[in-house]
């Protein structure tokens, strides 16, 4: 006996065809606000849907202000004569509308060159407010100067709408001083790209909008010439080969420096960073610096600590930022604090720091005295969250001995009401680290401890959870209010750093 499904039957009763492309039959508008929201690889894959979607996607993408073609699963298994088509195919079925933003990101580009050539000055054409191409290749750190896009000297010489500009793995040398096209940035990201010393400062220097600047891997800068009277962030990740950084920028507020710390062994009297503050004059040790918000200093992901070349880079890099409101510092860089607190050269005043993190890149006896250091050479009076991201690797063991960390002179952190620590698994280094934090903080409101991403099974995690839990308990803690949390990275709901991303993870990722 033949069993037919209740949509077969309910298919005879009504004279519907059980095949009936139920898709077909929405409104052009509800099929274009569905597909505006897909992925462009996904919303490709839906022409398999419906007869009408599979011509229906184009025209969605291209209908959109924002040409975005930065989606790497699509670019994975497709020839570069595809790509090209289907970019070119958005791009022409557009037709004269309006182009707000472009991104494209490709890697290899290879034969797709003048393609990219081509689509960049079709979005400038249409008045593109935002501009980002990427072809920089992913776990390459550098590229060869001869696999760089070469933009030609024409692409920005017109005026235009341009706001936003980004590029990854494209040469700027034919690209000619006070470009009209490039006059009207405020935001300006070069990664992997062969721009100098003297072509970055004329870049700078005609684009007196800049707000933002980031330069990412771009080895030839050696001697960096920042100036720009509306510059508010920079950005300095893995310019290796930079020595020495001069920014005169006045309304500076927030500064992010990674990298192996500028400094010269050749000259022990140079400054490897100067900056320029709102009196307008030279900057010298503690002096009139920019009114930062926000700085971020990390020597994490380019190998071992050198003293010798290192120490007097960080102290100066330390002192220009030490004024800020929120601060992140590695432990590399901590090394150093060690170094001035036994040799008694140099104090380092936090006065106005409210949030602290330290990214920790090892967990050890060493690192708990760094870690103590920090506090007892800058005693910050003001300080009210601080986060300490932990090694993601375990490099020690579950215990609940009750050891402390002594210091030379007690501290008191009187303002601290939030800690977050992250990777927090229970060690005896993390347990001498959190009572040194507990026993020292009578305001503390809120302890979040976020244990790492689950490893094994789930029992084993929840195992760990309850370990975590039974030694946070049995800690004295100086606030006995303190609401404290252990909790998966899934579960934390809690408030973040300002400094989420974390550079030395790119770099971990590209070695």
């Given at each position: 006996m033949e069993i037919e499904s209740s949509t077969k039957k309910r298919?005879?009763?009504?004279?519907?065809?059980?095949?009936?492309?139920?898709?077909?039959?929405?409104?052009?508008?509800?099929?274009?606000?569905?597909?505006g929201g897909l992925s462009l690889k996904s919303a490709v894959r839906t022409g398999a849907l419906s007869t009408r979607w599979a011509r229906l996607w184009i025209h969605a993408i291209a209908a959109s202000a924002v040409l975005d073609f930065t989606d790497r699963d699509f670019v994975r298994g497709?020839?570069?004569?595809?790509?090209?088509?289907?970019?070119?195919?958005?791009?022409?079925?557009?037709?004269?509308?309006?182009?707000?933003?472009?991104?494209?990101?490709?890697?290899p580009v290879g034969a797709l060159g003048q393609d990219v050539?081509?689509?960049?000055?079709?979005?400038?054409?249409?008045?593109a407010r935002e501009v980002?191409?990427?072809?920089?290749?992913?776990?390459?750190?550098?590229?060869?100067?001869?696999?760089l896009l070469q933009l030609p000297d024409d692409l920005f010489q017109v005026e235009n709408s341009l706001a936003v500009l980004s590029l990854g793995r494209c040469s700027l040398r034919a690209v000619r001083p006070g470009a009209a096209g490039l006059a009207g940035l405020t935001s300006l990201s070069l990664d992997r790209v062969d721009v100098?010393?003297?072509?970055?400062?004329?870049?700078?220097?005609?684009?007196?909008?800049?707000?933002?600047l980031s330069l990412r891997s771009c080895h030839l800068l050696r001697s960096v010439r920042v100036n720009g009277e509306r510059l508010r962030g920079l950005e300095i990740v893995c310019c290796l080969a930079m020595r020495d950084l001069h920014v005169a920028a006045p309304a500076l507020e927030s500064f992010a420096l990674h990298g192996d710390i500028l400094y010269s062994r050749d000259d022990y009297l140079t400054e490897p960073i100067v900056f320029v503050g709102k009196g307008n004059s030279r900057s010298t040790w503690n002096a009139d610096t920019p009114e930062l918000r926000d700085a971020y200093l990390s020597h994490l992901g380019f190998g071992e600590y050198d003293p010798v070349i290192h120490d007097f880079a960080y102290s100066c890099a330390l002192l220009k930022v030490a004024h800020a409101r929120i601060l992140t510092l590695c432990s590399k860089g901590l090394l150093h604090i060690d170094v001035e607190r036994n040799c008694l050269e140099l104090d380092v005043d936090t006065p106005n720091l409210e949030e602290l993190q330290l990214l920790m890149g090892s967990m050890g006896d060493d690192d708990l005295a760094l870690f103590a250091?920090?506090?007892?050479?800058?005693?910050?009076?003001l300080l009210e969250r601080l986060f300490v991201q932990l090694p993601a690797a375990c490099n020690g063991t579950t215990t609940g001995e009750d050891e402390d960390i002594v210091l030379d002179e007690e501290i008191v952190l009187d303002h601290l009401t939030f800690v977050k620590m992250m990777n927090f698994r229970g060690t005896t280094h993390e347990l001498m680290l959190l009572r040194f934090v507990l026993r020292r903080a009578p305001v503390l409101e809120q302890l979040v401890l976020v244990t790492p991403e689950e490893e094994g099974t789930p029992t084993n995690h929840g195992k760990l959870l309850k370990i975590v839990q039974e030694h946070v308990?049995?800690?004295?803690?100086?606030?006995?209010?303190?609401?404290?949390?252990?909790?998966?990275?899934?579960?934390?709901?809690?408030?973040?750093?300002?400094?989420?991303?974390?550079?030395?993870?790119?770099?971990?990722?590209?070695?």
């Open positions: 298919a005879k009763a009504t004279g519907e065809s059980s095949s009936e492309d139920r898709l077909s039959g929405l409104p052009d508008d509800v099929l274009h606000s569905i597909l497709q020839s570069p004569a595809q790509i090209a088509a289907t970019v070119a195919r958005c791009i022409a079925i557009h037709g004269a509308a309006p182009i707000d933003v472009f991104r494209v990101a490709l890697s050539l081509e689509w960049i000055a079709a979005a400038l054409g249409r008045g980002r191409v990427d072809l920089a290749r992913p776990g390459i750190l550098h590229n060869d100067d001869a696999s100098t010393d003297d072509a970055l400062r004329d870049v700078v220097s005609g684009c007196r909008l800049l707000e933002f250091g920090f506090f007892e050479l800058t005693v910050p009076p308990s049995q800690i004295r803690k100086a606030s006995p209010d303190a609401h404290i949390t252990v909790c998966r990275p899934q579960e934390d709901d809690s408030r973040s750093p300002a400094h989420t991303k974390y550079y030395h993870d790119d770099q971990e990722n590209s070695s």
